[in-house]
């Protein structure tokens, strides 16, 4: 068998000289050991294992003075340390900069990350040969006893942060009880303590931690998990709650000079308003006033967002030159002003009961604020609140008859009717959760259905845009599913009329796979995967990114993945990597990542020559998700049978440098990947390294 040619430096020092091995293990030993300030939660551990460093970090320096050639076995053991000083480097870093209550609340899963690493250094002392090494008896003696005591150690739980938690839990539990007696009787002087014992002790510090918490979210949302993501939320809400509670004083101040200036900034403006006009205030709710000018609405119209305007307003806005929705900033996709009857109705009857003219009544904004601001008494507020109820209920009121009427246009009108119908519903579907909810106990969902089958391309495209759009509430997509939509949805994706109508189709999927339960039902399909790969071959940028995104829900499902790998997507995909125009690669090394949980995957994998070289770039240039999905890649391939894509990789002079910056510098899903995946291929070597030699 002919050996593949390893790059010497790689085969005889474990990827590094031995300088820079010890030069690198001291540095990292002085960067753990500088560092200061650590957070209540994990402070023991955290100590702990810097002492522990700070003991080997006198033996590197010791090795280094000698200045004598170290024994290959020797080599792969700092190489190993140098891996695990690094990690614990990252996880104290990751205790200090993260959010201490979330930390607090992981407790048992941060303190078992510290036991692992301790285990691992005793593992990798375990076959240090220090009889070998040039060292004074004094250090050999210390790390002697080091490895004695490490390896003896348990996994430490400070009790204090247990309770410190469970208190916490219970407060939380308090604060989200329904019953609101119970919810007033919150400890937040307790609650206090606790926040003080972790080191919130400022307005300051509570934003820093809300901070901390945000990200924290943001890191979480696509691999924590929906419940994850929930907790981290409701963590941020208590804290903000607690917080405005805590200092509530000091807010209390704030806004009282708030309200001064408000006040006087009325004043002034109430100055130049003509209060002969007007002797009795008219309290308008927001409903009724246009986006534009803030005046009551005279005319109402819907515009092509879904917003509606005052006729002459929005017409001003429009002849202006403008073709976006001054509310949303949405681009207009036609200029066509639809009456709005419903709303209409509802405020020709408000303005009986309060005996206002539509015609006449101009109010600006701002003096109705002073009017409002100017009324003594709390009858004023109590009418106000009761104004603002009745104008929500009165809006509901009016989608709800809107929606009835347009579906009613569904099930009887001719085809224009039904295309200006699905096409108004898809619109309304846009705007809100509400509107979703409202639209479907209209029944709008099997008559949409029932259109996707339709001859007419735009009837078509509106009724599965619609569909998409109610899909987004979540109760809808079990509806749209019992409604027998999917075969018909895979029937657009695979011949849609248009292709938007397509592409939305394929945006539908992704929506509806969202419950796992849809997952089987969609993959069960035989037509939806190899339409879906279909569409990433010929769709537009937007298109081959919906059909990747549904796919990547759809492989979660194990069943599918056999099923996407034999619709021929893996060719496809990685093609897709670098193709600028389609520009969906992070999208295609998800899909191919999802893939290696599969046998027929990885296989199919493997047999490309390009790949290896395209991750490698990926790893310098992409995104830092592009970069976890590469190394994910890149180790599942090496693994398990995968000595050929190892050689390809040790072979490419950029790979190893490329593993090393991410094993520094990439997130921390990617800094432990490329850990693990630097050592595989450290045993790689010297295996092939000790053939040669044999």
Known sequence: ??????????????????????????????????????????????????RRIKLLSSLFEEIKETNRPLPPSSILCLTELFSVIRRVKFLIQGCKNGSSLWGLMQTELI?????????????????????LLNISADIKEQIELLHRQASRVEMFIDIRDLQRREELLQLMASNNEKNTCRKGLLDFGRAGEIFNSIGLKTPEDYEEEISKLEAEVKKQAGTGGLIVVSNLNNLISFVSYCQSMIFRDQEHEKTKQDLLKKKLLCSSTAKSYNSSSSSQSINIPD???????????????????????????????IDSGHHTCPKSGQRLIHMALIPNYALKSLMEQWSQENEVPLDETQVSFL????????????HVVEKAAVDHISA?????????MTAEFLVGKLATGSHEIQRQAAYELRLLAKTSMDNRRIITEAGAIPFLVMLLSSNDPRIQENAVTALLNLSIFNNNKVLIMAAGAIDNVINVLESG??????????AAIFSLSMIDDCKVEIGARPRAIPALVGLLR????????????????????????????????????????????????????????????????????????????ILIDLLRFGS?????????????????????????????????????????DGSLKARRKADALLRLLNRSCFQSHSQIRL
């Open 111 to 131: 303190s078992n990350q510290f036991h692992v690493l301790v285990k691992e250094l005793v593992s990798t002392l375990d076959i240090l040969p220090l009889s």
């Open 367 to 378: 003096s109705c604020i002073e009017r409002n601001d100017s009324k003594r008494g709390g």
């Open 538 to 613: 010929e769709g537009s940028p937007a298109g081959k990114k919906d059909a990747a995104t549904a796919i990547i829900n759809l492989a979660v499902y194990n069943a599918n993945k056999l099923a996407i790998v034999a619709a021929g997507a893996i060719p496809l995909l990685i093609d897709l990597l670098m193709d600028e125009k389609a520009a969906i690669t992070d999208d295609a090394l998800a899909v191919l990542a999802s893939l290696l949980g599969c046998s027929e995957g990885v296989e199919e994998i493997r047999k490309s020559k390009i790949l290896v070289p």
């Open 287 to 317: 409903e009724f006033r246009c986006p534009i000018s803030l005046d009551l609405i005279k005319d109402p119209v819907i515009v092509a967002s879904g917003h509606t305007y005052d006729r002459n307003s929005i017409a001003q806005w």
């Open 1 to 50: 068998m002919d050996a593949v040619a390893l790059p010497s430096m790689i085969v005889s020092s474990g990827f590094l000289p031995t300088g820079s091995l010890l030069e690198s293990l001291i540095y990292v030993c002085s960067e753990v050991g500088s560092m200061e300030e650590f957070p209540i939660p994990q402070v023991r551990n955290i100590s702990t294992m810097i």
């Open 392 to 400: 929500v209920k009165a809006a509901a009121d009016a989608i709800k």
């Open 624 to 664: 830092p998700k592009g970069k976890e999905n590469s190394i994910t890649l890149l180790l599942g391939l090496c693994k398990d049978g995968g000595e050929e894509v190892a050689k390809r990789l040790l072979i490419n002079p950029r790979s190893i440098p490329c593993l090393h910056g991410l094993a520094t």
């Open 497 to 506: 009329k248009t292709m938007e109508a397509r592409e939305n189709a394929a």
